[in-house]
């Protein structure tokens, strides 16, 4: 059984870089609400165990927060893991058509690796991006109109839940094909080189991904260059329906890269992620690539054709559920630092619900798509494409 965070002290008088980024809408009133909370005062938490490294020096186990942040992880991942919940209820009840891959679960990934980016760094990751978008900045009603396929979706309702995307923020999807956005990241990261931008791109892929040869290609050519890329395999053990040791000879992925160094982290702790993160980002600012194995879990199957019962026991997932819950682990921590009673959070929990009611009641109001937009997007705007009929002889639309 795994140790859940454990509290070492408390410190004042340092200046903290480390922010909170808030989710949810300005009108919602939980956001008002007056909380004790000190943005100048450090607080000191031990990471739940320690990093394991590979070709490299782990970073310091003791992590510095502030009782702002802490909060804010708390409210951040409490609602990743409603609108989640949310989806599967909409998906149920067939208004999200086509596949869906929900992150409930995993919500400390997103929320830690945040924490100690900035928005000129880039994201790319799978087709579990839901939350990851979230993390960037998006909202709720971006988020459900794209999944039900409405105009207002962050990608104009043409892209499901496979394919959210905001590149104001820094965020390049949303990848259906399996381990193809590592590829791409790692072009992301040589643009960054390239332009002296300081910034490094994080591109994330599941343990299901890790066995891909592109993904190979990719990490030779980023260790190569020196490139500012950080691979992030989330680990939640299964790819589909298949564990891990079943795919691969060696599950440590963090050693996958040979000569680019690599480390494990516990990626149901959001103050281990950030802190990894945060090293991985100075490490390959200097260095070159790193790979950082975030050990996690997913509650929900693989997609919701996908039980998630028939591969794996409801004793392992209940086991998960409380021994190393995400948002459980922080809960505790808010608690024990007195920032809010169980009530005050509850409350919470309870204004995070109807805020996510409330958007989703406004995606379903926003209209679809119009049907001209099947053809925007494909090509470069102005290119002057022409679409002809079977017989090649009638133009029947000029592709915009």
Known sequence: MMNLTKLISSASSSSAASRSKTLISSSSSFLNRSFSTDDSKVLTIETSIPFTAHNCEPPSRTVETTEKELLGFFKEMALMRRMEIAADSLYKSKLIRGFCHLYDGQEAVAVGMEAAITKKDCIITAYRDHCIFLGRGGTLVEAFSELMGRRDGCSKGKGGSMHFYKKD???????????AQVPLGIGLSFAQKYNKDEAVTFAMYGDGAANQGQLFEALNIAALWDLPAILVCENN???MGTAEWRAAKSPAYYKRGDYVPGLKVDGMDAFAVKQACKFAKEHV????????????YRYHGHSMSDPGSTYRTRDEISGVRQERDPVERIRKLVLAHDLATEKELKDMEKEIRKEVDDAI???????????????????????GVESY?????EVRAVLP
Request: glycine share 16%.
């Open 237 to 239: 053990h299964y790819g």
């Open 285 to 296: 600012l200097q260095k070159g690539p790193i790979i950082l194995e975030m050990d996690t």
């Open 361 to 383: 009641a406004q995606a379903k109001e926003s209209p679809m798509p119009e049907p001209s937009e099947l053809f925007t997007n494909v090509y470069v705007k102005g290119f």
């Open 169 to 179: 923020s820094g965020f390049y999807g949303g990848h259906g094909i399996v381990g």
């Open 389 to 393: 009929g079977a017989d090649r002889k």
